[in-house]
Structure formats: C-alpha cells, structure tokens
C-alpha cells in the first residue's frame, strides 16, 4: 500500500501583541550587543528591553491596539536620549544640561513602565467580541467608509472654523472623527484585500494636508495605518515586511524634511508673526513645499538627523525641571495637579472669566530658562506631564502621579468599550482618543490630558450611542444594495448563458 507523505500547511504569522513581544525582544538583544560601545551602556540596553516588558504586561489577547501606541510612543521619546549619547558619544550626564538628564531618564523611564502597569490593571480583562462583532466591518464597502472619511473632513473643517471659545474644545474632540473613519477604511482594505486605491487616497490627503499645516502632522496617517493593521492582526508576509518598510521609508525621509524647512515654512505660513494664525494661502505654502522638494539635493541629511533626533529625546526638559531648586516653593504644594483639576473642572461656559493655563508660561516657571531658545514659528512648549509630577511629588512619588493618568487613559478606553458597537469602531475611537493626547508625545501637560479624558468621554459616549447606529445601518444598507445588484447580475448572466427562458 502506497504511503501518502503529508505536509503540514505553512501559515503566515498575525501581527499581534505576540508578535511585537517577539520583534521588541530582538530589538533589546541588538543594543544590547552593541551597549558596549555606548557611553551610557546600561541606560542603552536597559532602555532597549524596556519594550519587551512593556508588552510583556499588557499584551492580552484583546487589549485595544492603540495601547501599543500610546506606550511605545512615550517610551521612545526617553529611549531616543540614550541612543542620542550613542551618537554623540558623550554620557547623559555629561551633557550641556549636567547629571540631571540621566536622572530624568530613569524616572521617565520606569513612568513608562508604570503606565503600562495601569493599562493592565483597567483594560487586561476585556471581555472578547462575538464573532459577528469581530467581523462587522468586513461587509462595509470600502467605497463608502472612504465617503464617510471623506465627511469626516468637513466635520474637521467646520470645527475648526465656526466653534471657539467655551465650546472649542468639545468640537475640537468631535473633529478627530476623522482619526476613526480612516482606521475603519485601513482594517476593512487590509483584512479584504478589496479598495486599495482608497487606503492610497487616505495616504494621500493626509500627508499633504500635514506637510501643509502649521505642525507637519502628517505622521498620524502612519500611526493610524499601523495601529489599524495590529488590530485588523494582518498576515505578516514577505510582501507585508516590503510594504512595512517602504512606509517607514517614506514617514522617515518626510521627517527629516520637514525637520530642515519648518522653520522657514512657517516663518513664510505665518508672515513671521508669532501666532498660529496662517498669514499665506494654500497656494503659496503649497509652492514653497513644491520648491523645496524639487531642491530636494541640497538638504544636509546629516543635520536633519540630529535636529530630528535631539527633537524626539524629550528628556532634557525634564531634566532642566529637576535641576531647579523646586524644594522651597513647588514640592510638597502639588500645584500642577491643582491647576489641572481646578481648569477642568471649571468649564469655561460655567466661568468665563477663568484664566487661561499657558504651557509656555509653565515651562518658563519651572525650567528658568529662556523660551526663546525653545520654540520658533509661535508654536508653544510644555515641560510634560511626567516634568509635571516630578514637580508636585518628587522620585519615586511621581510615579503614583503617572500612575493616576495611566489609570484615567485606560479607564476612558474602558468607557468606550463598554458600547455595543462593532469591535473596530471602539480599536477606532481608542486610538481616536489616544492620538489627541500622544500628538505631542511627552509634551503635553496634565490640563491638556485630564481635560481631552473628560471630554472625550462625553463627547464620543454620546456618539457611540446615539449618532453610530445610525452610520452603520447607512453603511449596512449600501452593502446589501450592492450585494444584491451583484446577485441580480449574476443571475441575469447566467440567464443569457443558458439561452434565455424562451
């Protein structure tokens, strides 16, 4: 009797938690080699591992994608300042701004690791979707998720432009609908290999609206892209690890570009006034961009790189923080926490004549150092929110202040999840969520964080339950429309195959 001889069927890896456990611990191995050479070797491989334990701890089966996201994304503004010593060759604590930026290295540090503590303390219990839940969105057509999108911006749009003052920042949360109409189109294209040129479209819109704006924030699109692909658990093939690495090609030359020419960008978008406020047309900030990128050869990439870098390492604020004597007049008086809930809790509606909080004066009482040197084009700066809790608590305390905004991020998330809507509309409104307070990265203040958690929570809780429904009844009703003019036409077809019913 003839044997039969059976291979066993190979199927590609998911990109999943499992996954980035598996790549974050090679990446720890790498510098971990090589720490030697690294003036700081210890903060270079601790640094490197940290990933690995982050996702070691919050790497359940359904944890919201945007949680790789937002802690991956604090980690490496901390990590980048060990690998910048790798570059300079000069320890941390050898620095311009003394011993204090490894200090605050280490604090900034394990607050990540603390934040990942939180994360799964709240979200490590997530009950899994049903199988139709999971699936939903697969049998929306890509055509009108991309309408939706499409809409989306003019809601962005009209935010923007008609509501200020007391409302601004409830309208501003609504504007980042935009944030969760292109994850849903990316899953949806990614999972179905259907609607591609939709996924290139959103691409598109989204970098040169960004390259065009006053921030450059044509990074989202890239965070929206990968965060959705994690959640969507693509295949990983070869032509995935291709794909992955043209879009990291391209995100990393866009941001050494835009790196060499904000500063004269805005300089011209602003008419060299110090406000936010565009003084140029599309048209012409357009051309500059034009121009510079048919110029493209006479950008010193070496430069850009570092500027990039020492951008991206947000430790030495922090360190600027810990250098000041705070112990007579700060610590121990927990201001920053107090004028964070105190403008929180007093809408402005309520309390017109409430005070504004301004980063830049923040940073300026905290730091003593001139803000001048720190900002350009009449963008402001903000030591941090872990700078903040340095401040208020000192080390290790702040590391319960960390632990409290960890706890108000998850539990937010929480909140979103709780609604009986498809699974990828609530990794959508997570991430929508989680980007308008990771933007920034390390930047953005305790006020900024505790009022986005608050309003987000009203203003999405409202539309999960309430304005979605009825968004995917219309997008459910077109693909049953589409579906049976395609039933019609294939039953035609095989009509007139067949002769006819003559």
């Given amino acids: 009797m003839a044997s039969t001889l059976v291979s066993p069927i190979r199927i590609a890896p998911r990109l999943d938690y499992s996954m980035l456990r598996k790549v974050s611990f090679g990446f720890g191995l790498f510098f971990v080699f090589i720490s030697p050479a690294c003036p700081d070797p210890l903060a270079l491989g601790v640094g490197a591992f940290t990933p690995w334990l982050i996702l070691r701890l919050v790497g359940t089966p359904t944890m919201p994608a945007a949680i790789a996201y937002y802690l991956l994304s604090q980690w490496l503004q901390v990590f980048a300042r060990a690998f910048l010593a790798l570059v300079d060759g000069e320890p941390m604590a050898s620095s311009i701004y003394g011993p204090w930026v490894a200090d605050a290295y280490w ?77 849903l189109l990316f899953t ?15 691409l598109g819109i989204e970098i040169l ?16 892209l990968g965060t959705a692909a994690l959640a969507a658990q693509i295949r990983w093939t070869a032509r995935t690890t291709g794909y992955a690495a043209l879009a990291t090609f391209v995100l990393v030359f866009l941001a050494l570009f835009w790196t060499s020419v904000k500063v004269e960008y ?83 509606f309520l309390f017109p004549d409430k005070a504004a909080l301004s980063d830049t004066e923040v940073f300026i009482r905290l730091t003593k150092a001139d803000v001048l040197e720190n900002m350009r084009g009449g963008t402001s700066i903000s030591v941090g929110y872990m700078a903040e809790n340095y401040v208020d608590f000192g080390f290790p305390g702040m590391l319960g202040g960390v632990f409290a905004i960890g706890l108000l991020v998850a539990l937010v998330i929480r909140f979103f999840f709780s609604f009986d809507v498809p699974w990828m509309v609530r990794q959508g409104t997570a991430l929508a969520f989680v980007y308008s307070i ?28 309430f304005a979605f429904p009825m968004g995917q009844r219309w997008l459910e009703a077109r693909a049953r ?22």
């Fill in 107 to 183: 604090y900034m540090l394990a607050s990540t690791v603390t934040l990942a503590f939180a994360c799964k303390l709240v979200l490590g219990g997530i009950k899994p979707p049903t199988e139709q839940n999971w699936s939903a969105h697969l049998y929306w057509r890509p055509v009108d998720v991309f309408l939706v999108y499409l809409g989306s911006n003019l809601i962005t749009q009209f935010a923007g432009l008609t509501f200020g003052g007391a409302l601004f920042q409830f309208f501003d949360a609504i504007a980042r609908f935009k944030i969760m109409a292109a994850f």
């Fill in 188 to 202: 949806s294209v990614m999972s179905v290999s259907r609607g591609w040129p939709f996924l290139f479209a959103v």
């Fill in 209 to 224: 609206s960004g390259m065009t704006g006053l921030l450059g924030d044509f990074r989202g699109v890239f965070v929206f």
């Fill in 266 to 348: 805005r300089d011209i978008a602003t008419g060299g006034s110090e406000s936010q406020a565009f003084q140029s047309s599309l048209g012409d900030r357009a051309g500059y961009m034009v121009g510079r990128i048919l110029g493209v050869g006479d950008i010193d990439w070496g430069a850009a790189s570092k500027a990039l870098l020492e951008r991206l390492a947000y430790v030495e604020i922090t360190g600027l923080v810990i250098n000041v004597d705070l112990a007579s007049s700060e610590q121990g008086k927990v201001r920053q926490w107090g004028d964070a809930v105190s403008h929180v809790f007093q809408p402005r």
């Fill in 438 to 465: 990771c933007a920034s990265g390390l930047e953005v203040s305790m006020p900024k964080i505790l009022g986005s958690s608050f309003t987000f929570a009203v203003a999405y809780g409202l539309a999960l339950k």
């Fill in 481 to 502: 429309q589409a579906a049976d003019r395609e039933a019609t036409i294939r039953r035609v077809k095989s009509l007139f195959r067949g002769g006819g019913p003559l």
